[in-house]
Nanobody, 112 residues
């Protein structure tokens, strides 16, 4: 059974940083694409970044390019999302997803 568990969310001031983690069990990062998403209150879920299973390239939503960095550690079966220069509009629940599987999400709140 595939499980994804996010962690690392919290409360941070504008301009601050957080690093989210997503640990995957029951699957592998080598052969399946995996991505980060978020959903703000009252808004639709949006994709932020993903790692291609075909060539390992990483893609980003324009609004987070240059601020967010996705990476993976195959040995730990974990992907990360380093988020810098956070803004209040980044406040949301952040999820990782691989195929049809989703984690439970981790809350990120950017506020002074």
């Amino acid at each position: 059974q595939v499980q994804l568990v996010e962690s690392g969310g919290g409360l941070v001031q504008p301009g601050g940083s957080l690093r989210l983690s997503c640990e995957v069990s029951g699957s592998t990062l080598d052969y399946y694409a995996i991505g980060w998403f978020r959903q703000a209150l009252g808004k639709e879920r949006e994709g932020l970044s993903c790692i291609s299973s075909r060539d390992g390239r990483i893609y980003y939503k324009d609004s987070v390019k240059g601020r967010f960095t996705m990476s993976r550690d195959n040995a730990k079966n974990t992907v990360y999302l380093q988020m810098n220069s956070l803004k209040p509009e980044d406040t949301a629940i952040y999820y990782c997803s691989q195929g049809i599987y989703w984690g439970q999400g981790t809350q990120v709140t950017v506020s002074s």
